[in-house]
Every structure is written in structure tokens, then in C-alpha cells.
């Protein structure tokens, strides 16, 4: 590894170590990762299971989706009218409406409409279904330290979920769920158009990528998948962990995944992770 990306990468651990709790130096994937963490990425799922990944199961190449044709949004201002557009077509649709479900508020998105990353997750929980926005709880503010070490800041990355309901006692959402309202997320992502996505949780990956009901994080994450939309538009998807598992399962190897997903990202769209401000005296 030469000097500069080792410096590089010494100013990620030192702004991570702040921001998100890391204490490991931070590396690039070069290989494959036959270790599967089947912990649950929502907290309605079961315990955490060690397992090793069987060399037979590989990651989905590409998924291709078919969302409802729109005419491209352009601009900042453009983008948002759509958006609020296709909300007003949701809330009037009602596809939740056959769900088991006490929701309070529709939880649609968040940020910056425009956006060159968007970060999608499975469901509302209680605190996002009282404030009508994702990703407000404790997840959320995990989420948004995650978003602050990448150099970025909430206001500048697009956040939503598959689903814009809070599932009854935060259940995992069902197939039926997920297909009755995944046409209305592929719409969100072909308006914002973003340079890439983070699915975060096996479960939003399922759904964003149609992977196989037998796919695992470990098979998904740390590798690129092809979001297929109409025009043929393409957008790079990167899977990983939900923060949600990492606050139950706050190990460093987790953390090191979580920011290895997220440094193939920043590479992806030519970030650069805000330096750590040096310490005086």
C-alpha cells in the first residue's frame, strides 16, 4: 500500500474513531468475505447466528425492476415536485391500507431530493412513525454519524424506506407488503436518480434487488449491484448492515464491514471523508 492512501486512511480512522465509536484502522475489501452474519437487520428478528457462508451461494450480478415510466425530474426544485406528486398518488392509493398495521404518520423521505446518495431502509419503527420522517431514532442517529463520517451530512443524501408504514409491533414486512409498495420506492429512486445506493438490512436489499429469499449479507455487501431502470438508467446499489444490528451487535468487526461497504461508496462517487481536526497543543 503506498504512503498517501496510507495517510488516506489514518484520517478516516481518526474522524471514524469520533464519529461512529471505530477502533480499527479502516481497509479496503480485496477479497471475498466467506463469513455471513445471519444476525437480524430490524429489531423484530431473531438472534444473532454465526454461520459460514457455503461457497455455492453467490451475490446477485444485477436486478432489473419495472417501475411505472415517468418523465425525468430535473433540478432540485423539479425533483421535489415530483416527489411530493408521487406522495399525494401514494397517500390516494393507499397500498397499506390491507396491511396489519396502527401507523400514525406516512413516513415518506428525507433530504436532499437531488441527491448524489441515497440510503434505503425496511421500515419505519415508533419514533419515525410519531415524526413522520426515517430514520429518527436511535438507528437514525447512528445512520446520521455514518453519514457525517463519509464527509456528507443528512441534508445532503436522500433517506427512505421500502415501506411507508410502520409494520404492527415493527414486524418484518411480507412479501405482499413489500410488492404492494415497491413500485412507489422505484419511483422515489428514478426521481432523485442518485449516483448510488445504500440498502441498509437484508431485508431493503431483498426488496430493492428482487435477490433470492435464500440471499444473505454476507453474499450481498461489500459488492456492486445494478439497479436496472427504465431509459436505460443504471444505478449501483451497495448492500450492508442496518444500524440497527450495529447497535445490537457494536463489535468492531461489524463496524469494519459497515465502513468498508461505505469506503467502496465514497471511492465509487469520488468522495473524500472529512479529515479529523488536529488537536492543539
Same mark, same amino acid.
Given at each position: 500500500m503506498d504512503q498517501e492512501r496510507l495517510v488516506r486512511l489514518a484520517r478516516q480512522h481518526a474522524e471514524t474513531s469520533r464519529l461512529m465509536g471505530v477502533d480499527f484502522v479502516p481497509s479496503?475489501?480485496?477479497?471475498?468475505?466467506?463469513?455471513?452474519?445471519?444476525? $437480524?437487520?430490524?429489531?423484530?428478528?431473531?438472534?444473532?447466528?454465526?454461520?459460514?457462508? $457455503?461457497?455455492a451461494v453467490q451475490a446477485v450480478a444485477s436486478a432489473t425492476i419495472e417501475p411505472k415510466p415517468i418523465a425525468p425530474a430535473v433540478g432540485r426544485s423539479g425533483k421535489q415536485a415530483a416527489l411530493d406528486a408521487l406522495r399525494a398518488r401514494y397517500e390516494k392509493d393507499a397500498p397499506h391500507k390491507n396491511f396489519v398495521t396502527a401507523y400514525t404518520n406516512i413516513v415518506w423521505g428525507? +433530504?436532499?431530493?437531488d441527491a448524489k446518495l441515497?440510503?434505503? +431502509?425496511? =421500515?419505519? +419503527?415508533e419514533d419515525e412513525d410519531r415524526e413522520g420522517k426515517p430514520f429518527v431514532g436511535r438507528s437514525g442517529q447512528l445512520l446520521n454519524k455514518m453519514i457525517e463520517a463519509m464527509g456528507l451530512s443528512r441534508e445532503t443524501v436522500y433517506i427512505c424506506?421500502?415501506?411507508?408504514t410502520r409494520p404492527l409491533n415493527n414486524a418484518t414486512p411480507t412479501p405482499t407488503e413489500i410488492d404492494a409498495c415497491a413500485p412507489y420506492l422505484h419511483e422515489q429512486v428514478a426521481i432523485v436518480r442518485p449516483g448510488a445506493i445504500?440498502?441498509? +438490512?437484508?431485508? =431493503? =436489499?431483498? =426488496?430493492v434487488l428482487r435477490c433470492p429469499a435464500t440471499a444473505t449479507m454476507g453474499a450481498l455487501r461489500s459488492k456492486w449491484t445494478t439497479m436496472n431502470l427504465p431509459g436505460n438508467v443504471q444505478i449501483p446499489v451497495m448492500p450492508t448492515y442496518h444500524p440497527a444490528f450495529l447497535l445490537r451487535s457494536y463489535t468492531p468487526e461489524n463496524r469494519a464491514k459497515v465502513w468498508s461497504d461505505l469506503q467502496l461508496v465514497m471511492e465509487r462517487l469520488g468522495m473524500k471523508p472529512r479529515e479529523a481536526t488536529p488537536k492543539s497543543g
Amino acid at each position: 500500500m503506498d504512503q498517501e492512501r496510507l495517510v488516506r486512511l489514518a484520517r478516516q480512522h481518526a474522524e471514524t474513531s469520533r464519529l461512529m465509536g471505530v477502533d480499527f484502522v479502516p481497509s479496503y475489501r480485496t477479497g471475498g468475505d466467506d463469513e455471513v452474519e445471519a444476525a $437480524p437487520d430490524s429489531p423484530s428478528e431473531a438472534p444473532a447466528v454465526r454461520m459460514t457462508e $457455503p461457497p455455492a451461494v453467490q451475490a446477485v450480478a444485477s436486478a432489473t425492476i419495472e417501475p411505472k415510466p415517468i418523465a425525468p425530474a430535473v433540478g432540485r426544485s423539479g425533483k421535489q415536485a415530483a416527489l411530493d406528486a408521487l406522495r399525494a398518488r401514494y397517500e390516494k392509493d393507499a397500498p397499506h391500507k390491507n396491511f396489519v398495521t396502527a401507523y400514525t404518520n406516512i413516513v415518506w423521505g428525507d +433530504g436532499d431530493p437531488d441527491a448524489k446518495l441515497m440510503f434505503i +431502509g425496511e =421500515a419505519p +419503527g415508533e419514533d419515525e412513525d410519531r415524526e413522520g420522517k426515517p430514520f429518527v431514532g436511535r438507528s437514525g442517529q447512528l445512520l446520521n454519524k455514518m453519514i457525517e463520517a463519509m464527509g456528507l451530512s443528512r441534508e445532503t443524501v436522500y433517506i427512505c424506506n421500502v415501506l411507508k408504514t410502520r409494520p404492527l409491533n415493527n414486524a418484518t414486512p411480507t412479501p405482499t407488503e413489500i410488492d404492494a409498495c415497491a413500485p412507489y420506492l422505484h419511483e422515489q429512486v428514478a426521481i432523485v436518480r442518485p449516483g448510488a445506493i445504500v440498502t441498509l +438490512g437484508l431485508p =431493503a =436489499a431483498k =426488496a430493492v434487488l428482487r435477490c433470492p429469499a435464500t440471499a444473505t449479507m454476507g453474499a450481498l455487501r461489500s459488492k456492486w449491484t445494478t439497479m436496472n431502470l427504465p431509459g436505460n438508467v443504471q444505478i449501483p446499489v451497495m448492500p450492508t448492515y442496518h444500524p440497527a444490528f450495529l447497535l445490537r451487535s457494536y463489535t468492531p468487526e461489524n463496524r469494519a464491514k459497515v465502513w468498508s461497504d461505505l469506503q467502496l461508496v465514497m471511492e465509487r462517487l469520488g468522495m473524500k471523508p472529512r479529515e479529523a481536526t488536529p488537536k492543539s497543543g
